[in-house]
């Protein structure tokens, strides 16, 4: 159970350029230290002598570590607040980013890119119940702004990832060390931000019908998979794709484009979907509709892609417009600040335990096979399945109502 008994604590208002400025600046930072890995897999597997197993693992491993390190995030913030969590794990994925080049085995590149994304699995959950509690008027603002601006991210970690080694000598070691620099900045802001907020995490409603299991709320369930299906296959594209296609005869660089354009088409979908979210009446459908288009980018890809794999990146880059949906949908499906914490809590990292045995049976699929069509079949069957849970999890529905609701 996670409600909290602590007495109400008094909110100190952020103002609107800091709060812009936190938000921008810790979604850049959640996404390239996963994303940056998928454009270098042969680099990083011929370094330490890996293979295709190897590689379902590293792309695995962001969904294993949101998944499993992201339960941790609101037991953690009740004791350091919603601030302090995210600023603490920062500093920890800054000195993951730096050492984690330097790995002199491959378990030790995988342990230090666990501690790497620990802060986006913490920051995604406790961002969107940061934006609640402080957001106020401008929500909605910073929803859109936190979801462009993770998309941004991801993108630039993909797009980034080989012209970045090319600039350093075809080294693939200071391109992913990089990111490090700029995970600095995001210290410096959330340091400033935490000496206003100071322990921040919600207080407990009045209403303790609010404090039981979430599994009894159907919206919060089908929000937890639609959430896991998308995480399947974003990580999946970010860490697979560009070998797929290159086993396809693309260059290296071109197929950390065409996986860079997907996830750029999210920067689209973060900013049209909260307020799509807001006025619209029909979202069931129009969420359903994004599955449907991630099977037909996979179809695309299989069965026509001399048609054109930017016009089939396109279709798989409308269809990611799940992820900014669901991510706008926590909070839009909630009314406590708490709820929104707990609904996090539980969509999100759920979401990318479940979301992780894609990767790893995609990865296992090409292994066993070798053959790029069976893995894109697997894919294109997952993206039937996140149009029958995005439906039910665009219905307009509240989790709060469903928890008083039930039995």
């Not at 962001?62 to 037991?75: D, E, R, T």
């Not at 695309?300 to 880059?317: D, E, I, Q």
């Not at 996090?344 to 070798?370: E, H, K, R, V, W």
Request: net charge positive.
């Amino acid at each position: 159970m996670l409600s909290t008994t602590s007495a109400p604590r008094r909110t100190v208002a952020v103002g609107s350029v800091l709060a812009v400025l936190a938000v921008g600046v810790i979604a850049l930072n959640l996404r390239p230290g996963a994303t940056s890995v998928g454009p270098l897999m042969e680099s990083v597997l011929r370094a330490y002598g890996q293979g295709a197993l190897a590689a379902g693992l590293l792309t695995a491993l962001p969904c294993l570590a949101f998944g499993v390190l992201g339960l941790l995030a609101v037991p953690i913030a009740r004791r350091l607040g919603l601030t302090g969590t995210v600023l603490a794990s920062m500093v920890l994925v800054v000195i993951g980013l730096l050492l984690r080049p330097l790995a002199g085995s491959f378990g030790m590149f995988v342990a230090l890119s666990a501690l790497v994304l620990l802060g986006p699995a913490l920051g995604n959950v406790l961002v969107p119940a940061w934006i609640k509690l402080h957001g106020g008027m401008r929500t909605v603002a910073l929803m859109t702004l936190y979801s462009v601006v993770l998309a941004v991210g991801g993108s630039l970690g993909a797009a980034l990832a080989v012209p970045l080694a090319d600039a350093v000598a075809a080294n693939w070691r200071g391109s992913l060390q990089a990111w490090g620099l700029i995970g600095v900045l995001a210290v410096i802001v959330w340091a400033l931000v935490l000496t206003r907020t100071r322990h921040d995490f919600p207080p407990s409603p009045p209403r303790s019908e609010l404090t039981g299991s979430l599994l009894r709320s159907p919206t919060a369930i089908a929000l937890t998979l639609t959430f896991a299906l998308q995480s399947l296959n974003a990580y999946t594209q970010f860490g697979m794709l560009p070998q797929l296609l290159t086993d396809a005869g693309l260059s290296r660089a071109r197929a950390g484009t065409l996986v860079a354009m997907i996830a750029g088409w999210g920067i689209v979908g973060g900013l049209v979907m909260p307020t799509v979210i807001a006025r619209a009446r029909g979202l069931h459908w129009i969420v359903a509709s994004f599955g449907l288009l991630t099977t037909a980018g996979y179809l695309g890809l299989l069965l026509a892609p001399a048609v054109s794999p930017v016009l089939w990146a396109c279709v798989l880059g409308i269809g990611g417009f799940a992820f900014p949906t669901v991510i706008a949908l926590l909070p839009a499906r909630t009314r406590s600040p708490l709820v929104t914490a707990r609904l996090s809590g539980m969509a999100q990292p759920l979401g990318y335990i479940l979301a992780a045995l894609g990767p790893i049976a995609a990865g296992t699929l090409l292994g066993a096979t070798g053959s790029t069509a069976v893995v894109l079949i697997f894919l294109a069957g997952t993206g039937l399945l996140l149009a029958v849970a995005g439906f039910r999890a665009g219905l307009p529905r509240t989790v709060d109502d469903e928890l008083v609701r039930a039995p």
